[in-house]
């Protein structure tokens, strides 16, 4: 029985240290590193989409489930850098993102401040905060798309 927390201990550790090494993923080829960031890419736009109507006033306002939808955002929006590495060029990034590398991560840092921003705003359970800084995020993901996306 004395040996149960720290068995505890260790499987904690074991999952925690897997999913931090999600975030630094190698992959076999480039096409499997395309695919992920646009799959993570996929599921952000997913999730920011389904608050549009409760920030345009067309749905109701549920505090609890904004929030719950910002957390999946949150976890989400780590997810795609790991697939721009050296040598995953190609899909729908243009070659700025790898030529302008420094720029990238300006767009990526405040996208980052951004989604705390609304997460804050989540929190907070304010609809005035939450349409401000959803407009915020939304402007960080247009910006770094005019700059480093394909236009479709």
Same mark, same amino acid.
Request: net charge positive; hydrophobic share 45%.
């Given at each position: ?15 925690? =240290?897997?999913?931090?090494? %999600? ?8 096409? @499997? *590193?395309?695919?992920?960031?646009? #799959?993570?890419?996929?599921?952000m736009a997913s ?29 989400? =929006?780590?997810?795609?850098? %790991? ?8 899909? @729908? *990034?243009?070659?700025?993102?790898? #030529? ?53």
């Amino acid at each position: 029985m004395k040996q149960f927390p720290l068995l505890a201990a260790a499987a904690c550790f074991s999952v925690m =240290s897997l999913w931090s090494t %999600a975030s630094q993923a190698q992959f076999a080829k480039p096409a @499997d *590193a395309i695919k992920y960031r646009q #799959s993570a890419l996929t599921l952000m736009a997913s999730h920011f989409g389904r608050m549009q109507p409760v920030v345009k006033g067309q749905a109701p306002y549920d505090a609890a489930q904004i929030k719950a939808n910002v957390q999946i955002l949150a976890t989400l =929006s780590e997810l795609p850098w %790991a697939g721009f590495g050296p040598g995953t060029e190609g899909g @729908d *990034a243009l070659p700025e993102v790898w #030529s302008d590398a420094a720029g990238f991560k300006q767009k990526q840092d405040r996208f980052k401040e951004n989604m705390a921003k609304l997460s804050a705003a989540a929190d907070s359970g304010d609809l005035g905060q939450l349409r401000a800084a959803f407009g915020d995020v939304g402007a960080s993901c247009k910006a770094c798309h005019d700059s480093y996306r394909k236009k479709k």
